[in-house]
Structure formats: C-alpha cells, structure tokens
C-alpha cells in the first residue's frame, strides 16, 4: 500500500529474477543478474554481474587481457584486491570499497587479476551502455577510492553514492545521456530509505544482504527486483521506498534514463547495428580496436 506520506508514489515490483550461475574471464565464478534478453526493459544498463566468493580457485584466474567497445563499466569493490591495466596506459588498483569507472568507447583492451592468494573477493561489475553518438569516443578511466566515495547518512542507514544522488549526498561521475543512479544502500534492523527517481527511469534493485520489504512485496537476498514503470498518464512524483525486514540488509540500487536505441551485441562489443559489430572485430584481429 502507497503511503501518503511519502512525496511520490513508491513503484512496485513488476518482478524478481534470480540469476544465472555462470563463469567469465579465466573461470571466475559469478551470477549474471542483469542478463542480455533483461537490456531493452532495463535499457540503459546491459549487464549486472555479481560474484563473492572466499575460496580463490573461484576467482585466482581474473580476467586477462580482453577487449571493450560501445559502453561503460563500473566495477564496485566489496571486498579483496584486483589490479587493472589497460591499453590506453591506465593502470590502478581495486580495493574493499572502492569504485573504477571505465569508459571504453571506440575501444580498449583492459585486464583485471587478483592481487591476493587467499581471502574473499566480492563486489559488483555494472554495464552502462553509450549513446549512439559517444559509441566512438576516447577511452576514459576513474579510480574512486573508499575514502573519496561520497557518503550519506540516515535514522539507520548508510548509502555509498557511486552515481547520482541520496539524502542530499551527490556522486562523483555524472553521465548527461543516461543520468545513471548506482547507490549501495546499507540498512539496519527495520530501518527504510526513501529514494526519489525521476518518473522516466528504468530502475532495479539488487539484495546481496538480508530481506528487505518494496512497497510490499518481500525480496530476499540474492533477488534483483525490476520495479514497474509509472504508466504514461501518471504525472505523481515517482521514487523507491525500501525497508529492511528481517534483521539489517544490503542493497544495490540502480535506475538510468533509457536511450532508446538499437542494441547490437557481440560478446565484449556493444553497438547500435551489425555493421559496427562487423569493424569492432575486424578493427580488434587488426590490433587497431584502440
């Protein structure tokens, strides 16, 4: 049930989906959440992969060298040590914590290996695709570390604001095309947040930790919840209203401006027609993706 006093309606969950055990890179072990057959309903955001795993036979191989052309990735450490090298000269180190947030445009061949024998390693990588006209741009690269993460603080709850905004609190990267939102929300114990979101944005929300309660429908950990879209004579202020209901949970929250655009993609390769895809791949066998 809506609650007056909220100002805007809490979208509800239009659905769960529990993703696909799967293996990437030199065999590290994740779950696919964002799959390929989810990018138009959840455009702008092609891919979510969650992996967390404290044996290191799960993830020792990391990800050797490999190419990227079309979009943006953000990686989210939570937990462990991973160093990136690129082919554009950019190199840094992923801590618990941190944030790299990578652009690859017209193209870069990039690594991401294990800087630890031992131990967990967990966090997140997010795909954010490119508009037609910045498919072909520079390569660009941020490191964020955990003490420059934004931050912000309420009655028992904690939000680390990667993108966007929370409780007044803004994020370091802004993106014009897509206006991406990407919040790790931590709650306690019966503890809610309130989260306006424009009414246009396509918006899911990940629960890594815990239960917690979406205008209410009960979501338990290891569930990504597509929220419903307000319908198109809908003009009431639109938002999420989340609330930790069985003890303290952990939440990634994640809403775009979708480009409506065409999708082509070919593995590493995200562009609009299967021409592009076609020179991606002559352009990368070349050695000229970059």
């Not at 445009?105 to 690594?111: K, M, T």
Request: negative net charge.
């Amino acid at each position: 049930m809506d609650n007056p006093a909220l100002p805007f309606t809490p979208r509800r969950v239009e659905r769960l989906i529990a993703g696909q055990a799967t293996s990437d890179g030199d065999g590290v072990r994740l779950t696919r959440v964002l799959t390929q057959n989810l990018q138009r309903r959840l455009d702008p955001f092609l891919m979510l992969d969650a992996f967390g795993s404290d044996s290191a036979s799960d993830y020792i191989g990391g990800f050797p060298d490999h190419p990227h052309r079309g979009f943006e990735t953000i990686t989210y450490m939570l937990e462990g040590r991973m160093r990136h090298r690129d082919s554009a000269g950019n190199e840094g180190l992923l801590v618990s914590g941190s944030v790299q947030w990578m652009t690859a445009g017209r193209g870069v061949v990039h690594s991401e290996m294990p800087e630890q024998q031992e131990g967990r390693m967990a966090g997140f990588q997010l795909w954010l695709n490119l508009p037609a006209r910045d498919k072909l741009c520079a390569p660009w690269y941020r490191d964020i570390s955990p003490a420059e993460l934004p931050e912000a603080q309420g009655p028992g709850l904690r939000v680390k604001v990667i993108a966007g905004q929370a409780l007044g609190v803004r994020g370091l990267i802004d993106r014009a095309a897509t206006q991406p939102t990407v919040l790790d929300i931590h709650l306690d114990a019966g503890a809610s947040l309130e989260q306006p979101l424009p009414a246009s944005h396509n918006v899911l929300v990940y629960v890594y930790q815990g239960h917690v309660d979406i205008a209410g429908t009960p979501v338990p950990a290891q569930r990504m919840a597509i929220l419903a879209n307000p319908s198109a004579d809908d003009t009431s202020p639109s938002g999420v209203r989340l609330q930790a209901t069985q003890g303290a949970a952990r939440v990634l929250l994640v809403a775009g401006q979708p480009l409506n655009e065409p999708i082509a993609q070919y593995g590493p390769f995200v562009m609009n027609r299967q021409e592009e895809l076609y020179q991606a791949l002559d352009d990368f066998r070349r050695g000229v993706l970059a």
